[in-house]
Structure formats: structure tokens, C-alpha cells
């Protein structure tokens, strides 16, 4: 018997700030080293034939932290769209445009924009909030994230075991994967571990 394949992922890619403090780096530094991991992933994605992916890139709540690490990550998160851009995509960016934490450049992927051929379809949530987007309502009725499917499958790295908001909605029946190392030091065999591990679930979706 075939094993179950998941056809929307998410990504939580947690470790950044901890990766740089033991590579003796300022904490900020690390966000900068998440950027090559995150285009391995994705064209893996595109690889195995995954229709869907979202990476949790920062929350409202994150722009709390220090400013110098609120610009890092604010860097990061622009430069990942555009190197998710060149890889082609149906991309999204979901998260609260209306504050001075999200950043302007990305503004023109608040609807979804085929770019580069399109093809898969990835989400990045920056200044994203669960309450946010639970209490901002569309004019069909539909949360700010109607856009996004629900997830079969999310997968943290660093090793803590939570979902820190990450799309109440989407996540509502998703199997969840805890990779321990940082992400900045992803491999491979993270993710074919993952799917290894999700194919082999009791996925009943309540049933």
C-alpha cells in the first residue's frame, strides 16, 4: 500500500536567533542564514509535487523583540519573497499591511501573483497574527486568509513543540512534525523524514 501524500505543507523555521548565538553571531545575524535553507525547501516542494506550501516567516507578536532583530528579520523576509519569486510560484504574503512592521515591498503580494511561470503555491506570513486574522473579516465573510488551504502536515524546526498561531484555520486537523536542529541547519533529510513520518499517520480528519 502507497503511502499517504501530504499536498499542503507548512514550515515553521524556528532557531535562527539561537544558530547565531552558537556560531558566535548577534542574535539578528541569523535570520540571514535561514534564506538557503528556505529555497532548498521549496524546490524539494516542487521536486516531490507538492501543490501547496506556507512558511511562517514573522508574527505580530515578533515585532515585539529588539529593533535591530525586527529589521533583520523584516530583510529576510523580503529577500526570501523574491528568491521564492525566481523560482516560480503562485505566491501570497499574509499579514497586516496596514502596520509599519510590514514591509512596503511587499505590498504587491498582498493578492496572489503568478510570477516567474507560477506553478506551486506558497504563502508567506509576515506580520501575521491569528487574532488579526480571525477578526478581520473580508466582505464574503471569510477570514483575511481564505486564500490559504487547509495544511496536511507542519513542520517545526529547533525542537519546541508548539504552533505560535500559526493559521488556526489551516491547521485545524494538520499533523505536526518536530525537527530538533535549527533551521539554519537544514538538510535534506529533514523534509523526506517528515513526509517518511506523515505517510505513516492515521490521518482520519475526525472520522
Given at each position: 500500500m502507497s503511502k499517504k501524500r501530504p499536498i499542503h505543507i507548512g514550515i515553521i523555521p524556528d532557531g535562527n536567533r539561537r544558530w547565531a548565538k552558537e556560531h558566535g553571531?548577534?542574535?539578528?545575524?541569523?535570520?540571514?542564514?535561514?534564506l538557503m535553507p528556505g529555497l532548498?525547501?521549496?524546490?524539494?516542494?516542487?521536486?516531490?509535487?507538492?501543490?501547496?506550501?506556507?512558511?511562517?516567516?514573522?508574527t505580530m507578536d515578533n515585532c515585539k523583540r529588539p529593533a535591530v532583530q525586527v529589521q533583520a528579520f523584516?530583510?529576510?523576509c523580503v529577500e526570501a519573497a523574491g528568491l521564492i519569486?525566481?523560482?516560480?510560484?503562485?505566491?501570497?504574503?499574509m499579514g497586516d499591511e496596514t502596520s509599519g512592521s510590514f514591509p512596503q515591498e511587499l505590498a504587491c503580494y498582498r493578492e496572489r501573483q503568478s510570477v516567474y511561470g507560477g506553478g506551486i503555491r506558497v504563502n508567506l506570513l509576515v506580520n501575521?497574527?491569528?487574532?488579526?486574522?480571525?477578526?478581520?473579516?473580508?466582505?464574503?465573510?471569510?477570514p483575511f486568509s481564505k486564500d490559504i488551504s487547509r495544511m496536511d502536515l507542519i513542520i517545526r524546526w529547533g525542537g519546541m513543540r508548539r504552533l505560535?498561531?500559526?493559521?488556526?484555520?489551516?491547521?485545524?486537523?494538520?499533523?505536526?512534525?518536530?525537527?530538533?536542529?535549527?533551521?539554519?541547519?537544514?538538510?535534506?533529510a529533514d523534509?523526506?523524514?517528515a513526509l517518511d513520518w506523515y505517510g505513516r499517520q492515521d490521518v482520519t480528519l475526525g472520522g
Open positions: 553571531m548577534e542574535k539578528q545575524d541569523g535570520y540571514a542564514y535561514g532548498a525547501l521549496l524546490r524539494l516542494a516542487k521536486e516531490y509535487g507538492l501543490q501547496e506550501i506556507t512558511y511562517y516567516g514573522f523584516k530583510k529576510a519569486a525566481r523560482e516560480g510560484a503562485e505566491l501570497l504574503v501575521y497574527g491569528w487574532q488579526w486574522d480571525l477578526s478581520h473579516i473580508r466582505e464574503d465573510g471569510q505560535s498561531g500559526f493559521l488556526p484555520i489551516q491547521s485545524v486537523y494538520a499533523d505536526f512534525y518536530v525537527e530538533e536542529k535549527l533551521w539554519p541547519d537544514f538538510e535534506e523534509f523526506f523524514h
